[in-house]
């Protein structure tokens, strides 16, 4: 399918979404994340999408947050109706893997889709920040939550209250980035390390994803009794006999995901 405001392709396994208004810094409209959604649902339904990857079009910028022009007409009912976060959550309860390459600006929306996402992967230019406060709101698509999970209140709140940007070795430093590459390896690191979780068990790498997100969510006797279940589900499948098999006989595994 043809889209207006992203790319989207598939090769090798992995599908790429790639926010196509350089022009704007890849600003997220009411367009943009209509076709991120039916993006997704495709991927979703494609047996040679095994993961996915997020990126931006241009150098300068990954994501630069929402379409401004847009946001200054939005009203209460577009707070409740919440369409950026509820995307962001369909991201973070995905299927399949899901990576971010940050090439350059993760502002606002475009710092909460990334941590929506499985794994971040910056380049040495990307630069972050959530200013919404500066335009008296706050960042309303999971920035409140997602940052405090992955950073720690005190670091979130600090970060939300001054709206500063920052730079992609302290987004390292923090946890918020997995890791950070010259621009240049961007795409390749990003695709090595889907490559690798694709080399994975599927039914391992998507139960993983719902027990690591569900038991950091409740406390520890919960996390373990969905990790206890979890394993005991693995232990039935055939993947579970094919990767056993396969490191004994010292060969590649074939999964079937089954």
Do not use: W
């Not at 150098?59 to 707070?79: C, E, P, R, S």
């Not at 109706?81 to 973070?92: G, H, K, N, P, S």
């Not at 630069?127 to 706050?138: A, D, Q, S």
């Not at 600090?158 to 590459?181: H, K, M, W, Y």
């Amino acid at each position: 399918m043809c889209y207006e405001t992203i790319l989207a392709d598939v090769t090798n396994r992995l599908g790429t979404i790639t926010l196509n208004r350089p022009g704007v810094r890849n600003a997220l409209s009411r367009t943009v994340l209509r076709e991120i959604r039916h993006a997704l649902a495709d991927f979703a339904d494609n047996e040679d999408v095994g993961a996915v990857i997020f990126t931006g079009a241009g150098d300068k910028a990954f994501i630069a947050g929402a379409d401004i022009t847009q946001l200054v007409d939005y009203t209460f009912l577009d707070g409740l109706a919440a369409e950026m976060q509820r995307l962001y959550d369909y991201i973070e309860d995905y299927g399949k893997p899901t990576i971010a390459a940050i090439n350059g600006f993760a502002l606002g929306g475009g710092i909460e889709l990334a941590m929506s996402c499985d794994i971040r992967i910056a380049s040495d230019t990307a630069r972050f920040g959530l200013p919404e406060t500066k335009l008296g709101i706050l960042p309303g698509a999971g920035g409140t939550q997602r940052l405090t999970r992955l950073v720690g209140k005190g670091r979130a709140v600090e970060l939300i209250l001054t709206g500063r940007i920052f730079e992609a070795g302290e987004a390292l430093s923090i946890g918020l980035v997995t890791d950070v590459v010259p621009q240049a390896e961007l795409m390749d690191a990003a695709r090595a390390t889907a490559g690798k979780v694709l080399a994975k068990g599927p039914l391992a790498v998507r139960l993983g994803k719902l027990v690591i997100k569900n038991g950091a969510e409740a406390d520890q006797r919960t996390g373990l009794l969905l990790e206890r279940l979890a394993q005991a589900l693995l232990y039935s499948t055939e993947d579970k006999r094919e990767g056993v098999e396969s490191f004994i006989n010292k060969r590649a595994a074939e999964f079937t995901g089954r």
